[in-house]
């Protein structure tokens, strides 16, 4: 994708690329930062250990690139974007995940995300990844990128994935976070963005919402 034109591109023998890097973990961020220091050209400007300070970040430094976890505590970080976009518009995104799922990348995507790549590539596509979005074009992870082209279509806005879709039916028999992590083999932190992705999805914001679509789509008489 070629580059455009605006205030927070980088372009060659401007300086360096600063970068705001959030993500909750804290060992993370500390490799994921020596990956970045060892880089010339870039500076991590600031850390964030969860969404709202990734914002607030923004906000303060203006970097050229925000790396945001999607996984965030309080949501996912994707819901996070908007706030970055109103108070760093100049800021580029790039996307780290451990999940490959379509419908995740795809609403990156389409929130206009930069990069968008999964941790267990990130010691060789993130250096790419910032540099690419610096300058206004776009890196998604290639094992994405053919997922992507294997189901142009996408799903409905309000679809969810096969994952959501059985996060949603143990939330409506009636499990916790924990119960369901614990049945899927997940982290909770991970059945929590879902369920999140869930709500924003289907527009609800209630267990009992959840549980009335659960029966419309008939997912408790298949599975209870």
Do not use: F, W
């Amino acid at each position: 994708m070629a580059a455009t034109g605006g205030e927070g591109r980088v372009e060659p023998g401007e300086g360096p690329i600063s970068v705001v890097l959030a993500d909750d973990h804290a060992v993370v961020r500390s490799a994921l930062r020596k990956l970045l220091d060892d880089e010339p050209g870039i500076e991590v400007v600031a850390e964030a250990g969860d969404a709202e300070s990734a914002v607030r970040y923004c906000h303060g430094h203006h970097p050229a690139v925000l790396i945001l976890d999607i996984n965030m505590p309080g949501g996912s970080g994707l819901a996070a974007i908007p706030d970055v976009r109103r108070q760093s518009p100049e800021t580029e995104i790039v996307m780290l995940t451990m999940q490959d799922e379509t419908a995740s990348a795809r609403e990156a995507v389409q929130a206009g995300v930069r990069g968008y790549i999964l941790k267990e590539a990130a010691s060789d596509d993130l250096v790419n990844a910032v540099r690419l979005a610096a300058r206004g074009k776009t890196y998604i992870q290639p094992e994405l990128v053919s997922k992507l082209a294997a189901d142009p279509e996408g799903r409905d806005p309000d679809d969810l994935s096969e994952r959501e879709i059985e996060v949603l039916r143990l939330i409506a028999l009636g499990h916790t976070n924990s119960e369901i992590a614990e049945t899927l083999h997940l982290s909770v932190r991970t059945i929590e963005s879902h369920r999140a992705h869930i709500q924003r999805k289907l527009n609800v914001s209630s267990r009992s919402e959840l549980v009335r679509h659960a029966i419309g789509r008939g997912l408790l008489e298949a599975g209870a």
